[in-house]
């Protein structure tokens, strides 16, 4: 079983930036790939971006170039570098995780609201 634990959610204006953090915890786990996705109010839940266990990187391409996904290893963590936000990037974040028997696991969520 994996716990996921968001953090870093908030209000910023347009073109700020904000870092969101998952922190992993639970035993008997080994974590393959790492990642976030994101509901916005009345559309579906899209990708953001995934990282593997050995930095292999992926995102959506609404936010290529904006948003730099990263993990550490050794601490079960992964972050979410988000600049140049847009009022679209609104949201919830949800911190994913698959293990290395192929079982998905997601947080609770972390809001993100961008004004205008």
């Known amino acids: 079983q994996v716990q996921l634990v968001e953090s870093g959610g908030g209000l910023v204006q347009a073109g700020g930036s904000l870092r969101l953090s998952c922190a992993a915890s639970?035993?008997?786990?080994?974590?393959?790939?790492m990642g976030w996705d994101r509901q916005a109010p009345g559309k579906q839940r899209e990708l953001v971006a995934t990282?593997?266990?050995?930095?292999?990187?992926n995102y959506g391409d609404s936010v290529k170039g904006r948003f730099t996904i990263s993990r550490d290893n050794a601490k079960n963590m992964v972050y979410l570098q988000m600049n140049s936000l847009k009022p679209e990037d609104t949201g919830v974040y949800y911190c994913n995780a698959v293990t290395s028997r192929r079982l998905a696991y997601w947080g609770q969520g972390t809001r993100v609201t961008v004004s205008s």
């Open positions: 639970g035993s008997g786990f080994s974590i393959n790939s």
């Open positions: 990282i593997t266990s050995v930095g292999s990187t």
